[in-house]
């Protein structure tokens, strides 16, 4: 494989990788976002019933769904911010590779225009 595309494949993969970061923290936004209009609802719930306390037994029945839904969305991010730390680490290795690369290719750029001018003069 030649240099050249060496080095576009790697930028390829960077991009990529950049673009699996973007997307991971638009949904982490996303679900924060949702977790948070939850609360607003759980509050409303609550405030109309009068009753905070989950446990007791007049507790609003939508109010205890929307708890369990915006608990699945906060552990939902968790979960999202472990891929994305593992998402970084691969964006950064991806980068490290693309710097290689092109550092291969401007050695190789300078090692042929040597040989052309040595095969030039001679």
């Known amino acids: ?18 673009r699996q970061l973007e997307q991971l923290e638009l ?3 996303e ?13 409303s719930e609550e405030k109309k019933a009068g009753i905070t306390d989950v446990t007791h ?13 915006r608990d699945n969305l ?6 999202l911010r472990v891929q994305m730390n593992a998402a970084r680490i ?3 290795e991806a980068e490290a590779e693309l710097v290689n690369a092109e550092k291969l290719e ?7 225009e040597m040989d052309e001018r040595r095969s030039a003069s001679a």
């Not at 679900?31 to 509050?43: G, K, P, S």
């Not at 906060?74 to 979960?79: A, E, L, R, T």
């Not at 401007?106 to 042929?112: I, T």
């Open 31 to 43: 679900f924060e976002r949702m977790a948070a209009d939850l609360d607003a609802q759980i509050a």
């Open 27 to 29: 949904m982490m936004g």
């Open 106 to 112: 401007q050695r190789d750029g300078a090692r042929e």
């Open 1 to 18: 494989m030649k240099r050249d595309n060496l080095v576009r494949l790697t930028r390829f993969k960077v991009m990529e990788k950049r």
């Open 74 to 79: 906060m552990n939902s991010v968790k979960d």
């Open 57 to 69: 037994f007049a507790y609003p029945t939508f109010a205890k769904a929307a708890r369990a839904r």
């Open 90 to 92: 691969a964006a950064e």
